[in-house]
């Protein structure tokens, strides 16, 4: 149980165009999702917090008119990259977090995708 | 805010116990993780312990809580070819927060 998938896996795409990735709760409601950037060798930086049926948190620094989250229900989340730059070029990975605990007083546990390779030429 | 940071590099001879160590600076963190990750691929929750306990023991993993120095370790029993990757510690205030992740600590299994 608590898969997650994204959408693509790996996408390339010219500078200018926009890109949206998926992000799937396969078999748990997740009423909250968070998006994160990973830079090579190093850790996973979130960059918004994702509430279904709301707008989205942004963290410090993420500009939220260039990385359109949408979390339309339970189950789903979009991230659309707008007018995609070179410096976009990321590993992104979304993580899904369980509406109820699995054990008792144990956490929310973030259970994340395979992650998304993004290329902008 | 909370800081966490973890050696960058380890390498263990197949068989023996890997041991990675973690440190964070909120002494509010309730929640204390450790995810793995391999090339490529997203993150997979291996374990996660409570601020209230010193130890949890999950098959070849076993995790210490020293809440007093802010320190946390995973050790890997018997460490296996299939081990090598990067190791993530986390850490949260309650669990519905948000988690600061260390910066990953590589390890190489060699035979």
């Known amino acids: 149980g608590a898969v997650v998938s994204q959408h693509p896996s790996w996408v390339i795409c010219k500078s200018g165009t926009s890109v949206k990735i998926e992000c799937r709760s396969l078999?748990?409601?997740?009423?909250?999702m968070f998006w994160y950037r990973q830079f090579p060798k190093q850790s996973l930086m979130l960059m918004a917090t994702?509430?279904?049926?709301?707008?989205?948190?942004?963290e410090q620094g993420v500009e939220k008119d260039k990385f359109l989250i949408n979390h339309a229900s339970l189950t789903l989340s979009t991230l659309t990259v707008t007018s995609a730059h070179p410096e976009d070029s990321s590993f992104y990975i979304c993580?899904?977090?369980?509406?109820?605990?699995?054990?008792?007083?144990?956490?929310?546990?973030?259970?994340f995708g395979p992650g998304t390779r993004l290329t902008v030429l | 805010g909370e800081d966490v940071e973890q050696s960058l590099f380890l390498s263990v001879r197949e068989g023996d116990s890997s041991v990675i160590n973690c440190t964070y600076t909120?002494?509010?963190?309730?929640?204390l993780y450790w995810y793995k990750q391999e090339p490529g691929a997203g993150l997979q929750l291996l374990t996660y312990?409570?601020?209230?306990?010193d130890m949890k023991q999950d098959q070849r993993l076993t995790v210490l809580l020293n809440k007093k120095d802010k320190h946390l370790s995973l050790r890997i029993a018997d460490t296996q070819t299939g081990d090598s990757a990067i190791y993530f510690c986390?850490?949260?205030?309650?669990?519905?927060?948000?988690?600061?992740f260390g910066a990953g600590t590589q390890v190489v299994v060699t035979p």
């Open positions: 993580s899904a977090r369980e509406s109820r605990s699995r054990t008792s007083g144990g956490p929310h546990t973030q259970y």
């Open positions: 078999d748990f409601q997740a009423t909250t």
């Open positions: 994702s509430n279904e049926g709301s707008k989205a948190t942004y």
């Open positions: 909120d002494s509010s963190s309730t929640y």
């Open positions: 312990i409570f601020s209230n306990m």
């Open positions: 986390a850490a949260s205030t309650d669990s519905w927060g948000k988690l600061q």
